[in-house]
């Protein structure tokens, strides 16, 4: 990651814009709601959701969907914290949700990594990871659950070093685990921050304290438990890395806090560390140049769609991530696609729970644009440059099924559905160059059940999903020539996607490898840039 070279406008300067990765029930809602509570977002612990993302079933998704209202509104929280705004950006928790938050990531300058403290590593934190890591996010990792029975705090960070190949530089460190767990010692700042049990919405006690030989330490800590917390650190102090900035900023050193988000515990010390450490809202790459964060005009790109609270008007909400400029409401931007002019009249910025009218917001910030279609993700909006930002991928599904309208005369109906599911980044959708019909693909098998759900709620149409002959598709390219010969001679396998692109379907790795080997000049492709 690209540091700024000139420095930014302090409006630009004091943003912070993230998202939490982490695997379900590793605490990520917890830790939201908390962000919110001291971000003075909301009164009360409990007003986020009611339920973590991981134990959402399948109706709950239903319902999710069809209140969009909620989800919508989560998608994107800002929030003051001392002199920082943070702009925190939802990232589905559920695993068949994968493409949503690849492209979510691109919209952040950091991720905070929550694990659970007895669970360390778990598989869909080494995903997510994987993907931060494809763009350099710097990483900040909270070690949840520490009131509960935890690993050896050595043997987490050696977890972390060795699973996901980053250095692990400690900014707290616990003192005992479970019942035993007093707070953490705080490395960076020399103090002792104590957990309060009775009180779950109190922040930490903090004592200052002059570094580990303080006599001070004895009032609050037990004698053995003192002893242990001295060594330990000591020890830690000579085999771990000491933090260091720019490590961090280019993604090879995350550290590391360690706390409860439940009891508030630690929670305070990593919104710090977010605002100190940064980064400030980062250059963002277009195929022309780096649009940097501090340049005068207004340049963003939208990284979600999501239909809107009413679906019957299928209005829908484009988040964009402003790349650069200060926006102010009633704007007219160019859209660089359609190259149209739109005025933004009416952009939606989400303080918490409530969305609000925004008047203006900086490069950093995530407005919603509603809309009625126009924007579709990858798009740009600028002041009249044509910008096409890139790194905002579409990837080949990993499922496919036939679909077809229950009822045969509403087949036109279906397509324009689904031409719309398309764009919002739902599914994809291809039609094959024989036959009738239509092919969905999607990443996770929940996705149908959502297609399928919200097709019929918000257009009344059922519909029917069957089998496909089929199970991959590649996007083709290449040499012009070479690419209809290829087509002509392989009719049945030729689709074309939403945009109009040649798809190559197959169900077998062996066909793909033979496209390789007998066309030399075209090649099939699992990712399509979306700009
Ligand atoms: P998720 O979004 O990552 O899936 O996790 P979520 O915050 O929903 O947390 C999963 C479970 O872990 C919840 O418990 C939550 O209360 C608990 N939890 C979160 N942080 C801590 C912590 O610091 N310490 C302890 N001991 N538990 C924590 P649950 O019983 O499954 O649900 P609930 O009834 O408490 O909501």
Known sequence: MQNQTSPLPAEIARR??????????????????????????????????????ARRTRSDF???????????????????????????????????????????????????????????????????????????????????????EARDT????????ENLAIDVSPASWPIGSGRDFLGCYDLLHDRLELMDRADRN????????????????????????????????????????????????EGSMTPIWFGSAINSFGVKELMTGIGEFGPEPQPQKAAERMV????????????????NMDARHRDRVAFIRLASGHFERGMKLIHVRS????????????????RELAEEAWAGDIIGIPNHGQLRIGDALTEGEMLHFTGIPSFAPELLQNIRAGDPMKAKHLE?????????????????????????????ALQFEVLASRIEVEYGLPVRLESSQFTSARWVSGDKDAVEAFVSANKQHIATDNDGDLVFLTRLQWDIDRVARDYPKVSLTATKEMM
């Open 62 to 148: 239903m319902k999710m969907e069809q209140d969009r209202g909620i989800s919508v509104s989560a998608s994107a929280m800002s929030f003051d914290f001392g002199q920082f705004r943070f702009n925190l950006v939802d990232t589905p928790g559920h695993s068949d949700f994968s493409e949503d938050t690849y492209r979510t990531l691109t919209a952040v300058d950091a991720a905070v990594m929550v694990i659970d403290g007895a669970k360390g590593v778990e598989s869909q934190t080494r995903k997510l990871f994987e993907v931060c890591r494809l763009r350099d996010l710097p990483i900040l990792t909270f070690c949840n659950k520490m009131d509960r």
């Open 202 to 249: 109190r922040v930490a006690e903090t004592v200052s304290i002059s570094g580990l030989d303080d006599p001070k330490l004895a009032e609050h800590i037990p004698t053995d438990m003192l002893k242990k917390l001295r060594e330990e650190i000591e020890m830690a102090r000579e085999l771990m890395p000491a933090f260091d900035r720019e490590r961090f900023l």
């Open 16 to 53: 912070r814009t993230f998202a939490i990765i982490a695997h379900p029930d590793a605490g990520k809602t917890t830790l939201t709601e908390k962000f919110l509570l001291f971000g003075g977002a909301i009164q009360m612990a409990g007003q986020v959701r009611a339920k973590g993302e």
């Open 154 to 161: 050595f043997e987490i960070i050696d977890e972390i070093q």
């Open 339 to 354: 190259k149209k002019p739109m005025a933004v009249t009416n952009p939606v910025l989400f303080l918490a729970a409530d």
């Open 416 to 444: 324009k559905a689904l031409m719309q599911f398309a764009e919002e980044g739902a599914a994809k959708v291809f039609k094959p160059s024989i036959g009738s019909g239509f092919i969905v693909g999607v990443v996770g």
């Open 292 to 307: 940097p964060a501090g340049e005068g005009k207004v340049a963003g790109f939208v990284f979600k769609v999501q239909a």
